[in-house]
Nanobody, 126 residues
Framework: QVQLVESGGGSVQAGGSLRLSCAAS????????MGWFRQAPGKEREGVAAIDTFGGGTYYADSVKGRFTISRDNAKNTVYLHMNSLKPEDTAMYYC???????????????????WGQGTQVTVSS
Protein backbone atom coordinates (compact mmCIF):
# COMPACT_ATOMS: atom_id res chain seq x y z
CA GLN A 1 0.00 0.00 0.00
CA VAL A 2 1.31 3.40 -0.98
CA GLN A 3 0.88 6.02 1.70
CA LEU A 4 2.62 9.28 2.50
CA VAL A 5 1.20 11.62 5.12
CA GLU A 6 2.78 15.00 5.75
CA SER A 7 2.32 17.13 8.83
CA GLY A 8 3.92 20.09 10.56
CA GLY A 9 3.28 22.95 8.17
CA GLY A 10 2.05 26.31 9.33
CA SER A 11 2.72 30.01 9.47
CA VAL A 12 5.85 31.49 10.95
CA GLN A 13 7.72 34.77 10.89
CA ALA A 14 10.97 35.17 9.02
CA GLY A 15 13.84 33.72 11.00
CA GLY A 16 11.62 31.13 12.63
CA SER A 17 11.67 27.35 12.45
CA LEU A 18 9.35 24.52 11.53
CA ARG A 19 9.65 20.76 11.39
CA LEU A 20 7.80 18.79 8.75
CA SER A 21 7.11 15.09 9.16
CA CYS A 22 6.29 12.48 6.55
CA ALA A 23 4.97 9.13 7.70
CA ALA A 24 5.21 6.46 5.02
CA SER A 25 3.79 2.99 4.66
CA UNK A 26 6.21 0.09 4.85
CA UNK A 27 5.92 -0.44 1.11
CA UNK A 28 6.60 3.19 0.24
CA UNK A 29 9.48 3.59 2.67
CA UNK A 30 11.08 0.50 1.19
CA UNK A 31 12.04 2.45 -1.91
CA UNK A 32 15.03 3.63 0.15
CA UNK A 33 14.82 7.20 -1.09
CA MET A 34 12.56 9.91 0.26
CA GLY A 35 12.47 13.57 -0.59
CA TRP A 36 10.88 16.90 0.15
CA PHE A 37 9.75 19.16 -2.63
CA ARG A 38 7.99 22.50 -2.71
CA GLN A 39 5.84 24.45 -5.10
CA ALA A 40 4.95 28.10 -4.84
CA PRO A 41 2.05 29.60 -6.81
CA GLY A 42 3.02 30.10 -10.43
CA LYS A 43 6.28 28.23 -10.05
CA GLU A 44 7.45 24.74 -10.89
CA ARG A 45 7.88 22.10 -8.24
CA GLU A 46 11.46 22.04 -7.01
CA GLY A 47 13.48 19.62 -4.97
CA VAL A 48 14.42 20.81 -1.50
CA ALA A 49 16.09 17.83 0.14
CA ALA A 50 16.36 14.08 -0.30
CA ILE A 51 17.70 11.22 1.78
CA ASP A 52 18.85 7.70 1.08
CA THR A 53 17.00 5.98 3.90
CA PHE A 54 19.28 2.95 3.70
CA GLY A 55 22.72 4.57 3.59
CA GLY A 56 21.84 7.93 5.05
CA GLY A 57 23.18 10.07 2.22
CA THR A 58 21.52 13.46 1.94
CA TYR A 59 21.04 15.96 -0.87
CA TYR A 60 20.05 19.62 -0.62
CA ALA A 61 19.09 22.43 -2.92
CA ASP A 62 21.58 25.29 -2.79
CA SER A 63 18.85 27.63 -1.58
CA VAL A 64 18.36 25.68 1.66
CA LYS A 65 21.85 24.42 2.45
CA GLY A 66 22.85 25.34 5.97
CA ARG A 67 19.25 26.11 6.94
CA PHE A 68 17.31 22.89 6.33
CA THR A 69 18.15 19.38 7.51
CA ILE A 70 16.52 16.17 6.33
CA SER A 71 16.57 13.17 8.64
CA ARG A 72 14.88 9.83 9.00
CA ASP A 73 13.66 7.40 11.63
CA ASN A 74 13.67 3.98 10.01
CA ALA A 75 11.88 2.41 12.96
CA LYS A 76 8.93 4.71 12.31
CA ASN A 77 9.15 4.85 8.50
CA THR A 78 9.25 8.61 8.92
CA VAL A 79 11.27 11.36 7.30
CA TYR A 80 11.63 14.85 8.73
CA LEU A 81 12.54 18.23 7.34
CA HIS A 82 13.92 20.60 9.95
CA MET A 83 13.68 24.15 8.63
CA ASN A 84 15.55 26.94 10.36
CA SER A 85 16.13 30.61 9.51
CA LEU A 86 13.04 30.57 7.35
CA LYS A 87 12.65 33.26 4.71
CA PRO A 88 9.55 34.60 2.95
CA GLU A 89 10.79 32.94 -0.23
CA ASP A 90 10.45 29.57 1.48
CA THR A 91 6.68 30.01 1.38
CA ALA A 92 5.19 27.15 -0.62
CA MET A 93 3.27 23.92 -0.47
CA TYR A 94 5.71 21.26 0.68
CA TYR A 95 5.35 17.70 -0.58
CA CYS A 96 6.88 14.49 0.64
CA UNK A 97 7.76 11.96 -2.03
CA UNK A 98 9.20 8.49 -2.35
CA UNK A 99 11.17 6.99 -5.17
CA UNK A 100 9.20 4.37 -7.06
CA UNK A 101 11.97 2.59 -8.95
CA UNK A 102 15.24 1.74 -7.25
CA UNK A 103 17.22 1.98 -10.48
CA UNK A 104 16.83 5.75 -10.65
CA UNK A 105 19.09 8.02 -8.68
CA UNK A 106 18.14 9.31 -5.28
CA UNK A 107 18.30 12.99 -6.11
CA UNK A 108 16.33 16.23 -6.15
CA UNK A 109 14.69 15.61 -9.49
CA UNK A 110 10.91 15.32 -9.14
CA UNK A 111 10.90 12.97 -12.13
CA UNK A 112 12.73 10.35 -10.07
CA UNK A 113 9.92 10.13 -7.52
CA UNK A 114 6.75 8.21 -8.20
CA UNK A 115 4.81 8.48 -4.96
CA TRP A 116 3.60 11.80 -3.55
CA GLY A 117 1.84 13.03 -0.45
CA GLN A 118 -0.95 15.58 -0.38
CA GLY A 119 1.27 18.43 0.76
CA THR A 120 1.45 20.75 3.73
CA GLN A 121 1.49 24.54 3.49
CA VAL A 122 4.38 26.57 4.85
CA THR A 123 3.94 30.34 5.01
CA VAL A 124 6.74 32.65 6.13
CA SER A 125 5.89 36.27 6.76
CA SER A 126 8.37 39.13 6.79
Amino acid sequence: QVQLVESGGGSVQAGGSLRLSCAASEYTYGSNCMGWFRQAPGKEREGVAAIDTFGGGTYYADSVKGRFTISRDNAKNTVYLHMNSLKPEDTAMYYCAARKNRWVDCSLSPANFGYWGQGTQVTVSS
